[in-house]
């Protein structure tokens, strides 16, 4: 059986329809995110295809039909922020504006027209962010356009695709709730349906700007072209998200970007094999500086961390931490893959990214949350109904509270065999992320695109989707029925009326 699933994955991945011309563009500046699309990208050069891509990340190896546009030097970084710029945002603005910049920057270069033009593409591969500013590149070039949502699929674009998100079970992305149960659940999830809604239309209004200013007048709205996006792979995977309605051509693709772990470097191989009691990895990645953390909350962290018998490695942007305890080790950087694969390590601490979810359930390794903003809080509550680690607030953490927390999970075997079980149905999938991505990539090139697999959804208008216009007519006609009984009763009333008191009459 083993070998038939290996030969299955081995197969969709080498079975290619051509070597076709990709098209690539990397709008978003972010170190978490580039792992995914990286992973996507280098899969297609595996199954054979030309990949030319528009990214920051330059890789210093030269791969065989790889070729990288450097945009480093004109794309904002989205790294390192002060800790009081991220915590408690949505992150919807954020990504919308994001995007806008970076095709704005791209735009704006006459490398990127010459790539563009150089020769004929095949496919148009972008990130699923916050704006629909790219896909005039799809248009531009005439060619089907597939998208990569590197964390989950976002609750303002669900529309875009026919795919519905029904808030009275189906959480949004940034509201700290698994599935709704209560009316306040539901209520707090479908204000931040319209919200995020509302928010994507407002910000993104300047897409169509943008394209028209670069493309032609007379280009599509950038709606419209949104739509007409061929596949999504979605760095997610039903046994952790939760099962909910998925249309077909949205792909999970979770754990993409899991490779085989390295040998960790010595002075961390050494800090790790001498704990007794294992380790613990904590690390906001490379959003948040970790030195920018309220002071407050940063003790709270140092006289917990003190107080375990585990070794803390801690990934900590700054040359020195003050009053640093004798069990951690900071470093600016780890690797964090590598040593989340060490028998070692017993807990990891983290701001909730999806990515991050997918390492610790394919490492089996328990969490800690700390979610900061965006989907991190919907991520880590999904985590802790699942059973494989606890929550606590950024806003009331102190000493007992991260105590308490991390010696519960690291004690409780229940974490370590909980998350254990959720690994088994991570790993169980007919094909491999990679094979899917490989598979399905060449099913949209080979039929020009997917639009036999989309809704009808997509071209009625809001309030024939819900649909507001027949229930109107519902309730007009049940007004209209309760009129006319009402009318009727009154006649009739007034007729028994005027009969008893003309029978009084004569009785008189």
């Avoid at 709704?180 to 300047?206: A, E």
């Avoid at 790790?272 to 906001?284: H, L, N, T």
């Avoid at 140092?302 to 470093?331: C, H, S, T």
């Avoid at 998350?419 to 990679?434: I, T």
Wanted: proline share 5%; hydrophobic share 40%; charged share 15%.
């Amino acid at each position: 059986m083993h070998f038939m699933l290996v030969f299955l994955n081995v197969h969709f991945t080498m079975t290619v329809v051509y070597g076709a011309q990709i098209f690539a563009f990397v709008p978003i500046y972010g170190q978490s995110h580039w792992n995914v699309m990286d992973a996507v990208l280098q899969t297609l050069v595996s199954a054979g295809h030309n990949v030319t891509v528009i990214t920051p990340f330059i890789k210093q190896e030269k791969i065989e039909n790889y070729t990288q546009i450097d945009s480093s030097s004109y794309m904002r970084r989205s790294a390192s922020a002060p800790f009081e710029n991220v915590a408690g945002s949505d992150g919807t603005e954020y990504l919308i504006q994001t995007h806008l910049t970076s095709c704005e920057a791209i735009y704006k270069r006459e490398d990127f027209w010459t790539v563009l033009e150089s020769k004929k593409y095949d496919l148009f591969v972008t990130q699923l962010l916050g704006s629909g500013c790219d896909s005039y590149i799809a248009y531009k070039l005439q060619v089907p356009m597939i998208a990569v949502a590197t964390s989950s699929m976002p609750t303002w674009l669900n529309g875009h695709f026919g795919n519905p998100l029904i808030t009275s079970y189906t959480s949004t992305l940034n509201v700290a709730i698994a599935s709704p149960k209560t009316f306040w659940d539901r209520f707090l999830n479908t204000y931040d349906y319209v919200h995020s809604i509302g928010q994507s239309w407002w910000y993104d209004r300047n897409a169509t700007v943008i394209g028209r200013t670069y493309f032609g007048k007379d280009v599509p709205d950038s709606y419209e072209l949104m739509k007409k996006i061929s596949l999504i792979f979605v760095n997610s995977h039903l046994s952790f998200i939760l099962p909910r309605p998925w249309m077909p051509n949205l792909i999970e693709i979770g754990g993409i970007h899991v490779n085989d772990p390295k040998p960790l470097p010595k002075d961390i191989q050494q800090f790790i094999d001498d704990a007794p009691e294992g380790v613990i990895y904590f690390s906001f990645g490379s959003t948040v500086k970790m030195d920018s953390l309220p002071a407050k909350m940063q003790i709270s962290l140092q006289e917990a961390f003190a107080e375990l018998p585990q070794r803390i490695l801690w990934k900590y942007d700054g040359e020195v931490m003050e009053n640093q305890p004798n069990n951690v080790m900071i470093k600016k950087w780890f690797p964090q893959r590598d040593i989340m694969a060490h028998s070692k390590l017993k807990l990891f601490i983290y701001h909730g990214g999806l990515s991050g979810i997918n390492e610790a359930i394919i490492n089996q390794v328990p969490i800690l949350g700390i979610p900061l903003f965006s989907d991190q809080h919907r991520n880590i509550a999904n985590a802790v109904s699942l059973g494989m680690g606890l929550s606590l607030d950024y806003k009331t953490i102190n000493k007992k509270s991260v105590l308490a927390a991390a010696k519960e999970i690291i004690n409780n075997k229940k974490y370590k065999q909980n998350v254990q079980e959720l690994y088994q149905l991570f790993k169980d999938r007919p094909m491999s992320p990679k094979a899917l991505v490989a598979y399905w990539t060449d099913y949209v090139i080979k039929h020009n695109g997917t639009e036999h697999m989309n809704s009808a959804s997509t071209d009625m208008i809001w309030y024939q989707y819900h649909p507001l216009d027949v229930i109107l007519v519902i309730i007009l006609v049940l007004i209209s029925l309760l009129a006319i009984v009402l009318y009727i009763s009154i006649i009739i009333t007034c007729y028994i009326v005027k009969c008893v008191h003309l029978k009084q009459i004569k009785t008189e």
